[in-house]
């Protein structure tokens, strides 16, 4: 009969004790002096990284080798310095521009800069044979 009556006074004050719960349910960062708290595991796992220099993402830009502590900020990085200014690339230098009509004009350019010292050596020694 007692051993009732407790079981069923347990369970009325179990509604409050549970949102008591949740709040210690939070995963607080074990490193000392930081007092940071998180909803979840994921979360503390990305807030550790900053603790221990962890970066586990590569930039995959060839010859860029930045490392970044989540995927979201190697992703803007990518975005913002290897794509967002030059996604336009000269098919000849590889020179990138951020307009295609820049490319375009840069490229026309570009294969003038390589061709004009044959041709005008060429037009050259017809002159002075002339
Ligand atoms: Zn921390
Ligand atoms: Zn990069
Ligand atoms: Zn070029």
């Not at 979360?43 to 993402?57: I, V, Y």
């Not at 860029?64 to 995927?71: A, G, N, Q, S």
């Not at 521009?97 to 017809?126: A, D, G, V």
Request: net charge positive; aromatic share 10%; glycine share 4%.
């Amino acid at each position: 009969m007692w051993n009732y009556l407790s079981n069923v006074e347990e369970s009325s004050s179990g509604t409050p004790r549970k949102k008591r719960n949740r709040k210690r349910d939070r995963y607080s960062c074990p490193e000392d002096g930081c007092d940071r708290t998180f909803r979840d595991k994921y979360e503390m796992t990305n807030h550790l990284r900053t603790h221990t220099g962890e970066k586990p993402f590569k930039c995959d830009w060839p010859g860029c080798d930045k490392y970044f502590t989540h995927v979201s900020s190697k992703t803007q990085h990518y975005k913002s310095v290897h794509m967002k200014y030059v996604p336009h690339k000269c098919s000849k230098c590889g020179k990138g521009f951020t307009k295609p009509s820049q490319m375009k004009r840069h490229e026309e350019k570009c294969s003038l800069k390589i061709y004009q010292p044959e041709m005008w050596n060429e037009r050259k020694r017809h002159l002075e044979k002339d």
